[in-house]
């Protein structure tokens, strides 16, 4: 998968802290809406999630904070795969300001494939691990 455009949005004063950046709350949102968009690509959409009793959850998330986003700063996140097992997932989310194009955060995160009922890792569905296994991204190292 090429590194696509999975977020994009306005840094409104609000997410702002006592210092005047972007708050780290609010770059963990900016990621979390990143990696929806980016599972629904590969077939893990709310409906799917919905009818089949599957869920995603977080295990591990790594920020690195690079530069810092203003308000009235545009932000773009971009992803790919990295990785997918027979159950989770790894994934890389890169944070930048869009009118400079510097990058302002990198997000390295493993998410695990739920039975919502059982509350236990269950196997991803054949044809959502086949998609998955064509978007995943070369082996590169992962920006520090």
């Known amino acids: 998968m090429q590194t696509d455009a999975t977020y994009r949005g306005t840094v409104y004063p609000w997410h702002c802290d ?3 950046h972007m ?5 963990v949102g900016k990621f979390d809406e990143a990696t929806w968009n980016l599972i629904a690509r590969l077939g893990l959409t709310p409906s799917y999630l919905r009818e ?3 869920g995603m959850a977080a295990v591990q998330q790594n920020i690195s904070y690079k530069r810092e986003l ?3 700063d545009i932000v773009e996140v971009k992803s790919r795969l990295l990785a997918i097992t027979d159950k989770s997932i790894r994934m890389l ?3 930048c300001n869009a009118e400079t194009g510097e ?7 493993t998410g695990v494939h739920l039975d919502r009922q059982a509350r236990k890792s269950a196997s991803f569905a054949p044809d959502i ?5 064509r ?3 070369p082996t590169e190292a992962v920006p520090a």
Request: hydrophobic share 45%.
């Open 18 to 20: 006592h210092v005047g």
């Open 23 to 27: 708050n780290v709350m609010w770059y």
């Open 52 to 54: 089949s009793g599957r």
């Open 70 to 72: 203003l308000a009235g």
């Open 93 to 95: 989310h890169e944070m």
């Open 103 to 109: 990058i302002a955060a990198i997000c390295d995160i």
């Open 129 to 133: 691990r086949n998609t998955a296994l």
């Open 135 to 137: 978007h995943l991204s």
